[in-house]
Each structure stands twice: as structure tokens, then as C-alpha cells.
């Protein structure tokens, strides 16, 4: 587990708690403090990641088959004072601008290019960046943790019958 504060490519920053697995990782945030923020305890969100070069246009392709419109769009990040394109972004769950999103979920495709300019040394196969790929910078074989293998969420009685 570590702590570590994330820059946007627009100036955005986060910090969040990391729990990093050799293939799965799990990031915890506490609400924002920006004025305004639409973000709420119990919020919450999921992203699926996708290892092959492509495969989000292809995740896209059959949503839209399904009646979905979902257009791929590119998260960068700060490295070196340098914005440096990281991953492609397929939001599932769209919530109209300006409204809450209590639940959020995307498909992510970690740009071919990332590690090597973020995490110099480390390259990406031909077919895309795996996880293990892009964990490798941060899991430690000697921590508890190999992997997420199940999240659950528990609640108390009233926070049951709440909704």
C-alpha cells in the first residue's frame, strides 16, 4: 500500500491510497475538497483495464451495436512537467454534465507509449500494455498482497434500508 498523488495532464491533481497487486490494483479516494465538488462519501466507481492495443475502439464497437455511443478519449498525465497521453478512456455510465455520478465505470486502454515515458527502461510488448506490465514499477513480491481476487462492500442495517 502507498499513498501517492497523481497529475493530470490539465493540472487536475489526486491523491489516493494504492493497493497494488502483480495483476490487480485497487485505488481508494477520499471526496474532493475543490469548491463545488459534486463527489459524496459512498460514491464509488470501477475501471476495467484491457491489455491489447485496439481493444477499447473494440469495446466500443459492441456497445454501439447495442444501441450504446461511446467515444474513446485520451487521459494524459504529468511526467516531468511534460503532459504525456496515458491511457484511452471508455466511460459505461454517463451522467449528465453537471449532475452527481454516484457510480462510475470505464473500460481503460494504458497508451503503448506510457512506460517508457513515465517509467523509463520499462516497454510495452506489440500488442498493448498488461497490467503485470504496468504494475511491475510498484508491486513487491514480499508485501501480503499478490492480488484483488473479490471486493465487497458491506453496510450496516440502516445504511441497507437507506438504498
Given at each position: ?50 491489455e491489447n492495443v485496439g481493444d477499447v ?49 470505464w473500460v481503460m486502454e494504458v497508451d ?52
Amino acid at each position: 500500500m502507498e499513498v501517492n498523488t497523481i497529475a493530470a495532464g490539465d493540472d487536475r491533481t489526486w491523491t489516493g491510497i494504492y493497493l497494488t497487486g502483480a495483476n490487480t490494483y485497487i485505488e481508494l479516494f477520499s471526496p474532493s475538497r475543490a469548491p463545488l465538488s459534486l463527489e459524496r462519501v459512498g460514491d464509488t466507481g470501477i475501471a476495467l483495464s484491457v491489455e491489447n492495443v485496439g481493444d477499447v475502439e473494440r469495446v466500443a464497437k459492441c456497445l454501439e451495436s447495442f444501441g450504446g455511443t461511446c467515444i474513446p478519449s485520451l487521459f494524459e498525465r504529468k511526467v516531468d512537467e511534460n503532459r504525456v497521453p496515458c491511457f484511452w478512456n471508455l466511460r459505461l455510465v454517463e451522467f449528465p454534465k453537471g449532475e452527481a455520478e454516484p457510480f462510475c465505470a470505464w473500460v481503460m486502454e494504458v497508451d503503448r507509449d506510457f512506460l517508457k515515458r513515465s517509467r523509463g527502461g520499462l516497454r510495452a510488448d506489440e500488442e498493448g500494455i498488461s497490467r503485470k506490465q504496468y504494475n511491475v514499477a510498484r508491486f513487491h513480491p514480499t508485501r501480503f498482497m499478490k492480488d484483488v481476487d473479490e471486493v465487497r462492500r458491506c453496510l450496516a442495517g440502516r445504511q441497507k434500508e437507506a438504498g
